[in-house]
Nanobody
Framework: EAQLVESGGGLVQAGGSLRLACVVSGLTFDDWTIGWFRQAPGKEREGVACMRLDPSGTYYIASVKGRFTISIDRAKNTAYLQMNNLKPEDTAVYSC???????????????????????WGQGTRVTVSS
């Protein structure tokens, strides 16, 4: 069974940066799509970004496009979410997850978020102060 462990969260001022890591064991990224999700206090969980290697593709929600970058280090079996120019509205618990759901990359996040399928990590908290 796969296990996902996130790290890298913390407290940062608005405009700052953080890099989240998701170490995956029990599977490789060759056959899976990696996604990052977040849940802000009092709000529903939302998908933030996802990445697939074969066929290759990435997708970001509009509010983070240009500020966040998802990447994979296959040698370390680790996925990352580089977050730049952070805003107070980015404050949330961030979780990584993997799935084999075959939807097109630009349609996957919303369906995946609703189904909650695949394997999920426990989350790491990001707090952005104004």
């Amino acid at each position: 069974e796969a296990q996902l462990v996130e790290s890298g969260g913390g407290l940062v001022q608005a405009g700052g940066s953080l890099r989240l890591a998701c170490v995956v064991s029990g599977l490789t990224f060759d056959d899976w799509t990696i996604g990052w999700f977040r849940q802000a206090p009092g709000k529903e969980r939302e998908g933030v970004a996802c990445m697939r290697l074969d066929p290759s593709g990435t997708y970001y929600i509009a509010s983070v496009k240009g500020r966040f970058t998802i990447s994979i280090d296959r040698a370390k079996n680790t996925a990352y979410l580089q977050m730049n120019n952070l805003k107070p509205e980015d404050t949330a618990v961030y979780s990584c997850a993997v799935t084999t759901y075959p939807a097109p990359i630009d349609e996957l996040l919303e369906e995946w978020n609703l189904s909650g399928g695949g394997y999920w990590g426990q989350g790491t908290r990001v707090t952005v102060s104004s």
